[in-house]
């Protein structure tokens, strides 16, 4: 005899060896090709393009979604032997909205700038505390010469 029962959120189902041992009655139910919040990949199976598929990053609803989709549009449904070729105009326009929000849309060059830049400020970060900590300070060196007699003079006294 199985037993249910809930967690929170959870339901937990315990079920037995002579509960598997029956045929499931368990009815999957047809999935509706019009429901707008079924997942489905980036072209729907009408062909159309799928705005609202999370591999898309949320491009389609930024700051610059109408020129996202302009350039996408036009690729997909391009029939040119290179495919896309006729679209540069809208890639262009895109291109030109992603700048215009460097904070969004970072570039590729802008992320390795970005990455080299911290590393170099932690370098002259770390550079310039050894150097404030190495001017503060005379070497040990330095502290036994001056305080200390050579410890040859004493033994050859002996």
Same mark, same amino acid.
């Given at each position: 005899m199985s037993?249910v029962?809930?967690?929170?959120?959870?339901?937990i189902?315990?079920?037995?060896?002579e509960?598997h041992a029956? $045929?499931?009655s368990a009815?999957?139910v &047809?999935?509706?090709?019009?429901? $707008? *919040?079924?997942e489905r990949g980036l072209i729907l199976?009408s @062909?159309?393009?799928n705005?609202n598929?999370?591999?898309? @990053?949320?491009?389609?609803?930024?700051p610059c979604g109408t020129?996202?989709?302009?350039?996408?549009s036009?690729f997909?449904y +391009?029939?040119?032997?290179?495919?896309? +070729?006729?679209c540069l105009? =809208?890639?262009?326009?895109?291109q /030109?909205?992603? =700048?215009r *929000? $460097?904070e969004?849309y970072?570039q590729?060059?802008?992320?390795? =700038?970005q990455e080299?830049s911290?590393?170099?400020?932690q370098?002259?970060?770390?550079?310039?505390?050894?150097e404030?900590s @190495?001017?503060?300070?005379?070497?040990a060196? /330095?502290?036994d010469s001056?305080?200390?007699?050579?410890s040859t003079?004493?033994?050859? &006294?002996?």
């Amino acid at each position: 005899m199985s037993s249910v029962r809930q967690e929170g959120k959870d339901r937990i189902i315990f079920v037995t060896k002579e509960d598997h041992a029956t $045929p499931s009655s368990a009815e999957l139910v &047809e999935e509706d090709p019009n429901d $707008p *919040y079924e997942e489905r990949g980036l072209i729907l199976p009408s @062909g159309e393009i799928n705005w609202n598929c999370p591999c898309l @990053g949320g491009m389609a609803s930024g700051p610059c979604g109408t020129e996202f989709k302009d350039a996408f549009s036009c690729f997909h449904y +391009s029939k040119e032997e290179v495919k896309g +070729s006729e679209c540069l105009e =809208q890639f262009r326009a895109m291109q /030109e909205c992603m =700048q215009r *929000y $460097p904070e969004l849309y970072p570039q590729e060059d802008d992320k390795v =700038q970005q990455e080299q830049s911290s590393e170099t400020e932690q370098t002259s970060q770390d550079s310039a505390s050894a150097e404030t900590s @190495g001017a503060n300070s005379t070497p040990a060196s /330095e502290q036994d010469s001056d305080t200390t007699p050579s410890s040859t003079e004493g033994s050859a &006294e002996s």
